[in-house]
């Protein structure tokens, strides 16, 4: 793919600096079966873009990323063999993040959940929005976290931590994710542009190959914790999607109720 063929995020390209943004702003940047498959792409191809040396992911509009697309969550508790087709793409998308040579910001302009905290924590600084929320409340759907954020939390914040995070699907304020060490600056949304734009252009000023191969070398053990556990992680959540819990969460979300879990 090329820069020009993504639909559902967008590129721009300013001194060096390659902006990526996630282009559903009426769905709060919602997930979608093409997003998700572009998102396995665009590391790749903005790795080997030569007009940049730097990257910022953020989304549109008022949030960065609200997790999985309801319709298409529903799509594959209809057709299960669907989610079957996703297990890959949702490892490269983690991957091509982490393996991403050029160093990556995440400009968290509102709520990271789920997906969107894993996409959040595949960048290599986090400047949030004090307003924004961050959490992974796959358990709260009756998922699996399998689609990164098991893979990354506890090499971030240690076991305790993350597994707290992740059994209770609980979510955090900016501020709260700083104190813990997974946002780096939280910032209101008046300086949010100004502090990504300080940050961005720095790198990009920087000694290129320092920066990439530090980042590379640094990537090594997060690289290694991810691919030892997300193929375990994968088949899990695929193997949760099949449960009538999955089933009843995101039936009780499209009615506005609160859910009634059976263990099943």
Known sequence: MKLQDFKSLSVSIKDRVATVT?????????????????????????????????????????????????????????????FNGIIEEAKGIVFSMLELPKPMICRMNGDAIGLGATLALGCDIIVAVD??????????????????????????????????????????????????????????????????????????????????????AVNMGLRKFAQERMDVLMAYEALSNRSADHAEAVAAFREKRKPQFTGR
């Open 131 to 216: 307003t924004a929320r961050f959490g992974d409340p796959h358990v709260r759907v009756g998922l699996v976290a399998g689609d990164g954020a098991a893979a990354i939390l506890p090499h971030v914040v240690g076991y305790m931590r993350a597994k707290e995070l992740l059994l209770t699907g609980d979510m955090l304020t900016a501020d709260e994710a700083r104190q813990m060490g997974l946002i780096n600056h939280v910032v209101p949304a008046a300086e949010l542009d100004a502090k990504v734009a300080a940050l961005s252009n720095k790198l990009a000023r920087g000694a290129t190959q320092a920066i990439r191969y530090t980042k590379i």
């Open 22 to 82: 996630l282009e559903r702003p009426d769905m709060l940047n919602a997930v979608g079966r093409e997003m998700h498959t572009e998102l396995k792409h665009i590391f790749r191809v903005i790795a080997d873009d030569p007009d940049s040396d730097v990257v910022v992911l953020t989304g549109a509009g008022r949030a960065f990323c609200a997790g999985g697309d309801l319709e298409w969550l529903q799509s594959m508790i209809d057709n299960p063999a669907e």
